[in-house]
């Protein structure tokens, strides 16, 4: 992601006390292994004890005066029989476990459930339907996307037979909340919105489709080339949106072009929506989960300033106290990740000036991390080659969090860190579906939200391991 610490000159010594870390503090951010089965549980914890059932905290949306519970219900990693998320896999969808999460769910004030048809491998609109219509209409809003991201979707009969059968799997007559998905992306991001939307006059439907009440709310989601949005946003007169969707957390706020020069800072998206008056849906609150799995010397400093809170909770807190958001996405495949959101949200209390300043310092320090800037979005998935691409990134990032990435042989920890690189990296990534398979074909990158040089960072995962395994120090 950026520099590590010996570039920036800053020591082991030096960088824990810029955290402002006691040596108790640090002891209490117990390392971990890098094998699959590790957590750091131990280190976030999560709040306990009843959760109200009428303390939702909720935005009005200014247009249709619906009371929207600022937690919304992410639909993209439902559960599957097999206990992981069907985002990821082909294992049968635990219905009923989907059922009981939105009946708690709903039970606790959570009434925004946002879908796609391209979820869980176009399985989540239909399992969602399923658990939503056992309510009565008027508990929940369903927001739901035109996922035309196939060249082969982009005519106008395929894309509003699209539209039409996610009312169908949804077993609804109206959608409250439609999103343009994923706009912004591709290496001529222009050109493909015109090709998916303008000039098949997809969008001249979708907006007859609202006036005649079959969509309630019309907006985009955003990823990627700024001359999207913006042309979008000029002609709002034009289009009248009525929401739009980003990216938006407390690393992003400052550091998203930092970090990747192709993205933009959400402090710039929010301005720019908020001066037109147009609501924001936050995606991304936790970065795909790289904000509740960070360096564990970061992790220590969050919890010494609010033990009983979780890590999660910090950047949930963060984009619910933004006034112009309207409600905060978040995929939450087991009930303890709802029960922890809840706890955040039910009241929501307000990040301070003081607290925020405290956040931009985190991100600050985070920077020192040479991590790669995956969401596990799997959008790059499935390569031709068979190399599972997030899992190879995810547990590189991963040991640079828990400080098993060894800089040279001479380090401290070199032997212990270089042991549990190489194991945990044959126990997350089998062997067949490693880095080492890459042949630089490149048909993942222009799939990445984050515009991810994937062939390069597989590369370096690759010399990386290579060099370890050729070290003298035995495993």
């Known amino acids: 992601m950026k520099t590590d610490n010996k570039d920036k000159g800053l020591d082991r010594r030096e960088f824990l006390r810029r955290l402002g870390l006691g040596a108790a503090a640090v002891a209490g951010a117990t390392l971990t292994g890098c094998g699959p089965k590790a957590t750091q549980l131990s280190v976030e914890g999560t709040a306990t004890g009843e959760i109200p059932t009428d303390k939702m905290t909720y935005r009005v949306n200014p247009k249709t005066g619906d009371r929207v519970s600022i937690l919304g219900y992410g639909c993209m990693r439902w559960p599957t029989v097999a206990g992981n998320s069907g985002r990821d896999n082909d294992d049968e969808m635990d219905q009923e476990m989907i059922n009981r999460l939105v009946d708690y769910a709903i039970a606790h004030g959570v009434n925004y459930f946002d879908t796609s048809p391209a979820y869980c491998k176009g399985r989540s609109e239909h399992a969602t339907g399923i658990a939503l219509s056992r309510h009565t209409r008027d508990k929940y809003f369903i927001a739901t996307k035109l996922s035309n991201f196939a060249p082969a979707t982009w005519s106008r009969e395929a894309s509003i037979e699209m539209y039409h059968n996610s009312m169908r799997e949804l ?23 015109s090709a998916r939307y303008l000039d098949n006059g997809v969008l001249d439907f979708l907006i007859a489709e609202r006036e005649a009440g079959r969509i309630r709310n019309l907006g985009f989601s955003y990823h990627g080339d700024i001359r999207v949005f913006d042309f979008l946003l000029e002609n709002h007169d034009k289009y009248q949106w009525d929401f739009v969707q980003i990216q938006l957390n407390y690393l992003d706020w400052h550091h998203a072009r930092e970090m990747n020069p192709s993205n933009t800072d959400a402090e710039y998206l929010y301005a720019e929506l908020e001066k037109r008056g147009i609501p924001a849906i936050v995606m991304e609150p936790l ?41 905060v996405l978040s995929g939450m495949t087991f009930m303890e990740h709802l029960q922890d959101n809840l706890r955040t949200y039910c009241p929501l209390e307000p990040l301070n000036d003081d607290e925020i300043s405290y956040l931009y310092a985190t991100a600050d320090l985070m920077l020192q991390f040479p991590t790669i800037p995956c969401n596990d979005c799997k959008y790059c998935m499935p390569c031709p080659y068979g190399i599972d691409i997030p899992a190879n990134l995810l547990h590189y990032n991963k040991c640079v969090n828990e400080g098993n990435l060894p800089e040279n042989e001479q380090a401290e920890n070199y032997r212990q860190a270089r042991r549990a690189f190489l194991i945990g990296y044959d126990r997350s990534v089998p062997k067949l579906r490693q880095a080492n398979h890459c042949i630089g074909c490149n048909q993942c990158s222009p ?16 010399l990386f391991a290579e060099q370890l395994r050729r070290s003298s120090t035995s495993v």
């Open 171 to 193: 077993q609804t007559d109206y959608i409250d909340y439609m999103l343009l998905h994923n706009v912004g992306k591709g290496a001529d991001a222009m050109a493909e919105f």
């Open 287 to 327: 970065l795909g989960g790289r904000l509740s799995k960070m360096h564990d010397h970061v992790v220590a400093r969050l919890k010494q300033r609010e033990p009983e809170r979780s890590v999660a909770s910090w950047a949930f807190r963060y984009a619910g106290t933004m006034p112009n958001v309207l409600t």
């Open 447 to 462: 799939q990445c939200p984050q515009q991810i040089d994937i062939p390069a960072e597989l590369r370096r995962i690759d």
